[in-house]
């Protein structure tokens, strides 16, 4: 082959070389940043319980008692079937990591019955179930507590007998809240929602800024809203004196769903960070951050 033809090949060669890199290149590339548009962990995968731990009351932190917390058909399940019934044996299922300023969504269905029990008081249990805010570590809990020093999204279903019962009340074990700017130390409060009876899916929301405002919000309108939150009040018991420390500002800590009772499906758990890069300069800038974390920020 002569010399020219050899170099003219050999030109054709990278030049279709570069292009298919080129090519390769923007197909890997990543999208570019919306700031606008919401980033949604995945805090629940869909397929198995890792970055989750139980903890029952009675029982070591770690022990998924009588395998009530389980993975079927794309679920993260609920259930009381291999129970032989239930001794106040309390549990929740806790997230690896904590958050301070985030927005917390779960899409819940109750199904099934309620575990058998011989106690006689447990009928505000019936489809019941909570979304725990802002708790201390779960290793702090003591092996008998039944409920985390949390604030409590509460879940509760209708009973389909014509009563009003909402959904996403508030509930405060070993906590307190200001509304209105008034101390608010009853343990419940309802929210304005309207009633969710049978087995449909619902979903609820909480839009936590750390101490500063939060709100509950069912199916994209906000049915609760309060201030403040602290250390403080009763119904989380027995709790360790250094942990629970009353008048202290919760600013953040774990999430954790429930097992109190009542048979539930989660078909979604998903969180949107809200402290993170706010400079519109950076590349990963978003501008719905409402805790600023310049760490956060990269450049390009």
């Known amino acids: 082959m002569m010399p020219r033809m050899k170099n003219l090949l050999a030109v054709v060669f990278c030049g279709a070389a570069a292009v298919g890199l080129a090519a390769q290149s923007r197909s890997t590339a990543r999208p570019a940043n919306n700031p606008d548009q919401k980033e949604w962990i995945q805090l629940f995968n869909g397929r198995n319980l890792d970055g989750w731990t139980p903890k029952f009351a009675h029982h070591d932190l770690g022990e998924n008692l009588n395998d009530t917390f389980r993975v079927e058909d794309?679920?993260?399940?609920?259930?009381?079937?291999?129970w032989p019934i239930f001794k106040d044996e309390f549990?929740?299922?806790?997230?690896?990591?904590?958050?301070?300023?985030?927005?917390?969504?779960?899409e819940y269905r109750f199904v099934g019955e309620q575990v058998h029990t011989d106690r006689k008081d447990l009928g505000w249990a019936v489809r019941n179930n909570g979304l725990?805010?802002?708790?201390?570590?779960?290793?702090?809990?003591?092996?008998?507590?039944?409920?985390?020093?949390?604030?409590?999204?509460?879940?509760?279903?209708?009973l389909s007998d014509g009563r009003p019962r909402s959904t996403a009340n508030l509930c405060t074990p070993g906590?307190?809240?200001?509304?209105?700017?008034?101390?608010?130390?009853?343990?419940?409060?309802?929210s304005t929602s309207k009633t969710y009876d049978g087995d449909q899916w619902v979903r609820v929301e909480a839009v936590v800024h750390?101490?500063?405002?939060?709100?509950?919000?069912?199916?994209?309108?906000?049915?609760?809203?309060?201030?403040?939150?602290?250390?403080?009040?009763?119904?989380?018991?027995?709790?360790?004196?250094?942990?629970k420390v009353d008048g202290t500002p919760l600013t953040g800590g774990y999430i954790s769903i429930q097992a109190e009772t009542a048979p539930i499906d989660f078909r979604k758990i998903e969180l949107v960070n809200l402290e993170g890069c706010s400079d519109?300069?950076?590349?990963n800038y978003k501008s719905y951050i409402v805790k600023s974390n310049p760490s956060a920020c990269k450049y390009k």
Not at 92 to 102: A, E, G, M, T, V
């Open 74 to 82: 794309g679920l993260l399940k609920v259930r009381y079937d291999k």
């Open 91 to 106: 549990g929740h299922l806790f997230y690896k990591d904590p958050f301070s300023y985030y927005i917390i969504a779960a």
């Open 132 to 158: 725990m805010l802002d708790s201390p570590a779960p290793s702090t809990m003591m092996k008998d507590q039944d409920f985390p020093i949390s604030l409590e999204v509460q879940l509760l279903g209708g």
């Open 175 to 190: 906590t307190n809240v200001y509304m209105n700017g008034q101390l608010r130390t009853a343990h419940c409060t309802n």
């Open 210 to 243: 750390g101490n500063e405002l939060l709100q509950h919000v069912v199916e994209g309108q906000v049915v609760l809203e309060y201030t403040k939150p602290e250390i403080g009040g009763g119904q989380a018991s027995p709790t360790d004196p250094k942990v």
């Open 280 to 283: 519109p300069k950076a590349a």
